[in-house]
């Protein structure tokens, strides 16, 4: 089945990831890539989109810069985990393509419009884009067939004990895309934190004579040390590229249907996703205390070996050190 998609995403070192694996997947017909504010300023995620759409050798795919910060928050960037550049300094050559000259979600509705059929939207990034889009043009939401973000989780956060980056960087923007009545499928930490490769394969990458495969092992290697000293070396993840994996496997996922809301409250939980877990439901209808939550399909795990056949294979790199 062939998937035709947008992409939203803040270029970043896993969503380049994504991006390599999306252009490569014959299933996947990337119609274009919009910009978001998020692991690093707006330009660079722009820059960084168009080096990697290189070093795949991509056709021309329309790619926009979009907000260049969230609804409510101040910009805040994850530089310690992709480096200053945002694709862990890894020096690739500058781009000769250019973004369109129009904000992302003119581009986006453009792209709707224009389309025979609904399309995908995976967002990879903070959602304020996709939130402008459908504040914006709200009939465009009949053209999205479904949003496949990853960002929330159903347990543990990153950026704050309980909230995951994508969503504690602009929530009133996840807020509105979860409360949106689009179709929406979650890939968050629950399963992003599972999807990865050990540092022997990293290195073996890095050392191949073949372009696409040290980009890639350069990207993994990359690693900031922390307030803690030097980071774990032993596992990298593959990150975004997890959720278009997702699209293409949805059989190596394990995904439950589940209600989900957004902390907009300030404190300690802003930003988390809360997910309703709950085996016997109905206890908040005793309480009165019941409301509407969307559901969501949330991702909770994958079979991690064959995402990572999956995706080193449509890089056309075969796994020598499993
Ligand atoms: C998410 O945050 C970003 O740093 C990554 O690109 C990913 O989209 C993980 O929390
Ligand atoms: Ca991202």
Redesign the pocket.
């Known amino acids: 089945m062939k998937h035709a998609i947008m992409m939203d ?2 270029t ?1 070192i ?2 380049a990831l994504a991006i390599m694996f999306a252009v490569k997947h014959p299933d996947v017909d990337v119609r274009a890539i919009s910009c978001v504010s ?2 690093v300023g707006l330009d660079s995620v722009v820059e960084n989109t168009l080096k990697i759409l290189d070093v795949v050798d991509a056709p021309d795919i329309p790619v926009a810069g979009g907000a260049i910060r969230p609804l409510v928050e101040e910009p805040r960037s994850a530089a310690y985990v992709h480096g200053e550049d945002g694709l862990g300094n890894v020096n690739l050559p500058a781009s000769s393509r250019r973004a369109l000259p129009v904000h992302a979600v003119e581009m986006m509705r453009q792209v709707l419009t224009d389309s025979p059929e609904p399309i995908t939207l995976v967002a ?2 903070p959602l304020t884009n996709v939130a402008l889009l459908l504040r914006t043009y709200p009939e465009c939401a009949q053209k999205i067939s479904r949003i496949l973000f ?1 960002g929330g989780s159903a347990s543990v956060g990153n950026a704050t004990a309980v909230a995951e980056f ?1 969503i504690w960087h602009d929530p009133e923007a996840a807020h509105i895309v979860i409360n949106s009545g689009v179709p929406l499928t979650m890939y968050g930490l629950d399963v992003f934190n599972t999807v990865g490769v050990d540092a022997d394969e990293v290195d073996q990458l890095a050392a191949a004579d073949n372009h696409v495969a040290q980009v890639l092992g350069g990207l993994l290697s990359f690693r900031v040390p922390g307030p803690e000293g030097e980071p774990d070396r032993a596992f990298s993840l593959i ?2 590229a997890g959720a278009v994996c997702a699209l293409v496997a949805d059989e190596l996922m394990h995904s439950e249907t589940l209600p989900v809301q957004v902390q907009l409250a300030a404190g300690a939980s802003r930003g988390q996703t809360i997910v309703d877990r709950r085996v016997h439901v109905g206890e908040d209808t005793i309480h009165g205390t019941a409301g509407q939550w969307p559901t969501v399909k949330v991702v909770l795990s994958a079979d991690v070996p064959k995402v990572l056949d999956l995706f080193l294979g449509t890089l056309g790199i075969a796994r020598v050190a499993v």
């Open positions: 995403v803040d970043g896993d969503d998020g692991n990879l990034a990853m994508n990150g975004d």
